[in-house]
Nanobody
Framework: QVQLVESGGGLVQPGGSLRLSCTTSGFSMAYYAIGWFRQAPGKEREVISC????????YYADSVKGRFTISRDNAKSAVYLQMNSLKPEDTAVYYC??????????????????????WGQGTQVTVSS
């Protein structure tokens, strides 16, 4: 059974940092792209960042480029999102996701994630003073 579990969210002041973790199980994560997404109240879910199976391929949304960094540790079956210089507009529930088709997982991620098969339950990030 494929499972993804996010952690590391919380309340942080503007300009602060958080590191989100996505711990996976039930599949060989090393072969699959993993993505981070977020959804703010009243807004559609958006793709934030994706990392390919080899970690050589990464994608960032313009809104987070230069502030967020995605990484993966295949030995730990985990993917991380380091978030720096946080802004109030980064407030959202953050999700990690992947797909059952390793060949398509990266492209489905950068396309917005609507076709990705497996999602975590999300972790809340609130940026406020």
């Amino acid at each position: 059974q494929v499972q993804l579990v996010e952690s590391g969210g919380g309340l942080v002041q503007p300009g602060g940092s958080l590191r989100l973790s996505c711990t996976t199980s039930g599949f060989s994560m090393a072969y699959y792209a993993i993505g981070w997404f977020r959804q703010a109240p009243g807004k559609e879910r958006e793709v934030i960042s994706c990392v390919g199976s080899s970690a050589e391929s990464t994608y960032y949304a313009d809104s987070v480029k230069g502030r967020f960094t995605i990484s993966r540790d295949n030995a730990k079956s985990a993917v991380y999102l380091q978030m720096n210089s946080l802004k109030p507009e980064d407030t959202a529930v953050y999700y990690c996701a992947t797909d059952g088709d390793f060949g398509a997982s990266y492209y489905r991620c950068i396309a917005g994630g609507k076709e990705l098969a497996y999602w975590g339950q999300g972790t809340q990030v609130t940026v406020s003073s």
